[in-house]
């Protein structure tokens, strides 16, 4: 898809990561900084993202929130970059570490930041285990995976 790239973020913000697959697609594109509490929650930046938050990018008609979200829309829309296995256990290994890192990966270290502890009887519940568990697969199978190729 033709037109202008706009990525909506705020420095401190999880906007580092589209930040940065931006800068890996190569493409150019226009940053507008967003202040927490006015712009980011005014009714024009809402008409993008309801939720009032970053990142989110606009590219011609498209509009993608969600951090991996955007990750994988930009290596899908800039195929040329190489950053989309087309196909095949790549492929897989592609959305099984995006989706990890957008869940479990998230969801533990946000809720070890803010000290939030499970009670024991309900731990289940939690999709990512503990923050342990999350850091020992990402440090085992992913890394096997990444010395493979
Ligand atoms: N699930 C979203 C999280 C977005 C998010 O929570 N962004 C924070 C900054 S890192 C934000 O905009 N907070 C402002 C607010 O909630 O008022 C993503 O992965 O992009």
Not at 27 to 51: C, G, H, W
Not at 85 to 109: K, V
Not at 126 to 140: M, N
Request: aromatic share 10%; with cysteine.
């Amino acid at each position: 898809m033709a037109g202008e790239i706009v990525f909506y973020t705020h420095p401190m913000s999880r906007g580092r990561i589209v930040r940065w697959m931006l800068e890996e697609v190569g493409q150019p594109y226009r940053t507008e900084i967003l202040d927490f509490s006015t712009t980011m929650k005014a009714p024009s930046y809402r008409a993008v993202n309801p939720m009032g938050k970053v990142p989110a990018i606009r590219h011609g008609d498209a509009v993608v929130t969600e951090a991996a979200a955007i990750c994988a829309y930009l290596a899908d829309a800039f195929p040329q970059a190489g950053l989309c296995p087309a196909s095949g256990p790549a492929r897989a290994s592609y959305f099984r570490w995006m989706f990890f890192a957008a869940g479990p990966l998230e969801a533990a270290t946000t809720n070890n930041a803010l000290g939030f502890v499970a009670p024991a009887e309900r731990a289940r519940m939690l999709g990512y285990g503990t923050l342990a568990q999350v850091l020992d697969t990402l440090e085992g199978p992913c890394r096997r995976q990444l010395h493979r190729r």
